[in-house]
């Protein structure tokens, strides 16, 4: 029997029920378990075809099995809620379903709406916001706008999974309270009000509802919370390698897990089922839910695709929101656009300046389908007669450059350009031998006898002096240079380095050498066979070159600053620092980037500073920079996007999702390293700025900052109660500037003076909206406060209420900047319900 109706079932539709009990109990099971990395099974006689999975959460990667595939590579999700714009969302959520169905993709692995707890999180980048009302609502856009385009979006990582330090093993404790009105609540947003059609479950676990137990296994979050309570009729998808067993796992909830065929399921779910020890009926509901995501995206019955409402081109709209997202941190000098006369000078300086750093490292990466880097789009930009110098001047990485394999490597028996490759089996027997003339670092898809994988190279030392040449990899491993050890390991790496993403930044030991002529490289490497993921080999090949020091490239790059108009310097992180898979040591920029600003700052008073940064760091120098922009990881329109904020095509007007400290000894949550294999969220309802309003310490830049390229005047504020116990404000603001420009209206919601009841934030974010007025004018703007934003979670009644007191509204351009004040008209005669 095939499906051919036009319109998704709802869950329990006798058509789907039908197809449930028509399928044998290995089919039942094979549909609950992946057939690959990216797949799940097929029934061609159901009329059912495998459904694609792919990651996200900027850029949709596809099916994984072409290396020379791209995508298009968005702004970190940061950026995208840094716009403070639902509308902006929106777009975005059409343009992953077109990127999704460009690349045969049914569901993709995003949004991830963990809140950003601790700045040093490793996958901060990929968080929208340390608050959970607005991830809940840049969320719900995005979700809304594919999946009405008949693309799966899957919302991860639920829940707790904040940080990434054991990150597959710790457990979050965090009391209820918290859970439900921090951590929740974006899930909740995305699940309940726009219907989410899968949910991510994460590797960490959960000391909640009266359970400790790995979130996969947590009936009472997963079953109790998730399905019953939220109704939530999706699929429950394991993040990949994270189920842990078979029963707990099926009668916790899990509908499917990821990949497959092997695994704790793939080995024994059908055994567990076939001995009563997982219920029919849980089988049953796992496979309903699967044929319901099916005909969702399309892939069961014979309908093929609807048409889908237009997306917007791809480059055009990444460049706008780019530019829109950037947060001009302050314009003290009025630098913005450039003050550019005929024959003027710009240096841009920096190393992001030609290499910027415009992805995360880890699942969230794409090979993008273009890249432009601010030299070259500033280049391109600029009027004629104005002239450009760039220069580097600092090092941003920790480990030395990539090694120029086609340029400076030679296989030492044929001599031709690149690597020599051995494959070895157990026995140490050559099973394939040949030349890489481009050796990128990876070797994937290995065959399967093979255990060891031997690189050996003539590498050629062009210049006197001192050569650093290294090579990073993992697992078993012994590493040889100039006939000098470098690095040597007799432990076994398996699908944990995946996990851990320690596969993709290898620690690089390096070796020192001195002179010309070649230097012999040999490395005998482990080949990974990971369960669930393709065979692998890892060899970073490094080689710095002697040049100029640090110190005369520093120097060199001052001067050019010190003799032109405008400096504009570019810095930042890179993928050794933000990636998934480990959490950052520290908040500073890597290398000597700091002192490199300080020095240009000193040298030229008309200097414009860049970060390029997903997550904060510290910026010592930002009393003494005139104008600091926080740029973002942009994706691949980040060099076009920079040019137009620099040259005022596009407004820069941002507004910053999170607290960017002054201080490292001020951060609420410094670090996230579990104590005895427990995180305990100690700030309980005080996450991010929250808990900079409670102490009262004095950030760098506060939630909610963003200059934009005008000014602004708060003129009137009403609240006037709306349905389902909403409120809504409105907010008339003037743009008081010479250009047109966008305004964030953000409103606050302040708890009743009453010492008796319960613990409250001294202020929340209770709504925003995003308006664009012109030049001189002004506009009356509604700004939707929710009920909930109101509410109180009653852990001993199990329901919402609002504590009775007078809530007041304050109305203004940041946490920190309120200019207008109101009290909230809610109905107390309402104030308590259920779930």
Partial sequence: MTLTSTTPPAAGDPVLEHLVATLTVEEKVALVIGTGIWTTAAVPRIGLRAMVMSDGPAGVRGRGADPDETSASFPAPSA???????????????????????????????????????????????????DPLLSGEIAA??????????VGMSV?????????????????RVDERALRECYLAPFERVVRGSGAWSVMGAYSGLDAFGLAAPVLEHAPLLHGLLKDEWGFDGVLVSDWVATQSVGPAVRGGLDLQMPGPDGPWGDGLLAAVRSGEVPAELLDDKVRRLLLLATRVGALGAQGESPAPAAPAAEPFLRELAARATVVLKDDAGLLPLP???????????????????????????????????????????????????????????????????????????????????????????????????????????????????????????????HELGVGTVGRHEVLIAGQLASTSAAEVDEGVILSSGHNHPVTPVVRVSGTGTAELRAELQVVHPVGYASFVRALLAHRLPGPTAEDEMAAAVAEAAAA??????????????????????????????EFVRRVCAANPRTVVVVNAGAPVLLPW???????????????????????????????????????????????????????????????????YRSWEKDGREPAACFGH????????YEDVTAEPAEAGDVTVTVTVRNTGARDGHEVVQVYVEPPADPGGPERPVRWLGGFAAVHVPAGASARVPVRVPRRAFEVWDPAAGGWFVPAGEHVLRAGRSVRDLRLISKAPLDQSSARRNR
Wanted: aromatic share 6%; proline share 8%; with cysteine.
């Fill in 156 to 172: 991860k990582h639920f829940v707790a999974n904040d940080s990434e330090t054991e990150r597959t093993s710790y457990v979050a």
């Fill in 141 to 150: 856009a995005l979700v809304e706008a594919a999946q009405e385009r008949g």
């Fill in 565 to 594: 108009d405008v400096a504009v310097v570019v810095v930042g992180t890179t993928e050794e620092v933000e990636s998934e898979g480990f959490d950052r040591r520290d908040l500073d920029l890597p290398g000597n980037q700091d």
């Fill in 706 to 713: 963003g200059l934009g390229w005008t000014t602004w005047s």
């Fill in 622 to 688: 930002l009393a003494e920079a005139p104008t600091v922009l926080w740029a973002w990881l942009a994706g691949q329109e980040c060099g076009t996007a920079l040019a137009d904020v620099l040259l005022g095509v596009t407004e820069p007007s941002g507004r910053l999702p999170w607290t960017l400290p002054a201080r490292a000894e001020d951060v609420p949550v410094p670090h996230a390293v579990p104590r005895d294999g427990v995180i305990e969220y100690v700030e309980g309802l005080h996450v991010g």
């Fill in 80 to 130: 995208l809620a840094a716009t403070w714009d639902v509308g902006l969302a929106d777009r975005a959520g059409a343009l992953f379903a077109a990127e999704a169905r460009r690349h045969g993709v049914d569901v993709v692995l995003a949004p991830q709406v963990n809140l950003q707890r601790t700045p040093v999180g490793g996958r901060h980048f990929e968080c929208y916001s340390e």
């Fill in 340 to 466: 550019l006369a005929e024959g003027a000078t710009v240096a841009l300086l920096g190393p992001a300046a030609t290499q910027p750093f415009t992805q995360g490292g880890g699942s969230g990466y794409v090979r993008p389908d273009r890249a432009t880097d601010p030299a070259g789009a500033l280049r391109d930009a600029l009027p004629a007669g104005v002239r450009l110098v760039v220069q580097a001047g600092a090092r941003a990485r920790l480990t030395p450059p990539p090694l120029d394999v086609a340029g400076r490597c030679a296989d030492p028996v044929t001599g031709e350009p690149g690597v020599r490759v051995e494959l070895l089996d157990a026995a140490g027997t050559t099973l394939d031998t040949w030349t890489d003339p481009a050796w990128n670092g990876w070797l994937q898809h290995v065959r399967p006898d093979a255990v060891t994988a031997r690189l050996t190279a003539a590498v050629r030392l062009p210049e006197p002096g001192e």
